[in-house]
């Protein structure tokens, strides 16, 4: 398999609809703070893209900005053919994060379905969806389960549940599995392939310090470069999908591993 570099701003989305496109974005912070200089980038529907760098060049503020929470201060942003506030507000863009943030007193039930409720959704519609979503994570048993009666990799299964329930078109996870050990990560990211696989058009897009990782499970990988951070390669990983430990043994497995390793450290 021929391994190789992408332009940044080359990527071929010819027949594919863009969900993200960065166009010289950059993000200074009121303190003075460059965490982003000119970042390119387009994500097109059903991508996998994984963002590998050292800390604090500037991942969680691509995030923070391609959800909208924050604006850039240069360059242009669009989300799902919108601004990326508008494009929250449409629930179509969902979060989920190392951190789990369930609600402790209440079911899984109640936690999976908590978007629709403060949306007014039925309670009958809300519990049907929830059953879906908690069915995807292979959680359906544990319906009335308090969080507390879980371990750390089902309370994350319940995060990404709950991410689920408004059937986003762009998932954003920021270091979903970091604080899990080494089996439970691999057992759920061979899940969350399966979640991306059957949702279809689905675009993930997922922050990692773990270079193997980032190549498991994805179509591409963003490398950033140290503060202030610029996107400086794209990898993509012509692995053919579905991938499981066959793929992480691998030759080419290692070859990409290394391919990437060595992008983060020039
Ligand atoms: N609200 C803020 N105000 C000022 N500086 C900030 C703010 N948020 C982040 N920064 C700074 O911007 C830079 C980029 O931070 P960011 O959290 O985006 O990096 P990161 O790559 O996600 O880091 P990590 O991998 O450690 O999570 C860092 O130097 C950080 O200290």
């Known amino acids: 398999m021929a391994m ?7 990527h071929d989305m010819t027949g594919t609809q863009l969900l993200v496109e960065l166009n010289n974005v950059g ?6 703070t460059v ?5 390119n980038l387009k994500a097109g529907e059903g991508e996998f893209l994984s ?20 604006g850039p201060t240069h360059g242009q942003m669009s989300v799902l053919g919108t601004t990326p506030k508008q494009a929250r507000k449409h629930n179509e863009t969902a979060f989920v994060f190392q951190e789990h943030t369930l609600l402790p007193w209440t079911n899984l039930i109640e936690n999976v379905t908590l978007p629709l409720s403060l ?4 309670k009958k519609q809300r519990y049907a969806e929830g059953e879906r979503v908690l069915e995807l994570v292979g959680l359906k048993d544990y319906i009335k389960s308090l969080p507390r009666q879980l371990s750390g990799g089902m309370k994350m299964r319940v995060s990404i549940a709950r991410a689920l329930i408004s059937r986003p078109k762009l998932l ?3 270091e979903p599995f970091g604080a899990l050990d080494e089996i439970t990560r691999q057992t759920l990211q061979d899940e969350l392939l399966n979640i991306w696989s059957k949702e279809k058009t689905m675009t993930v897009l997922f922050i990692t310090h773990n270079v193997f990782e980032a190549v498991f499970l994805s179509t591409r990988v963003v490398v950033m470069t140290p503060r202030p951070g610029k996107i400086s390669d794209v990898i993509p990983i012509e ?10 043994s691998s030759n080419d497995f290692g070859e990409y591993v290394g391919l990437v390793s060595g992008c983060l450290k020039h």
């Open 172 to 174: 954003l996870m920021d």
């Open 35 to 39: 965490a982003v200089q000119n970042a």
């Open 51 to 70: 963002f590998v760098g050292p800390s604090g060049c500037g991942k969680s503020t691509i995030f923070n900005m391609i959800t909208g929470l924050t």
């Open 4 to 10: 190789r570099v992408e332009e940044i701003t080359s």
């Open 119 to 122: 949306r007014g959704v039925s």
């Open 27 to 32: 993000k200074v912070y009121p303190n003075g």
């Open 239 to 248: 692995a053919p999908f579905p991938r499981g430990d066959a793929f992480r």
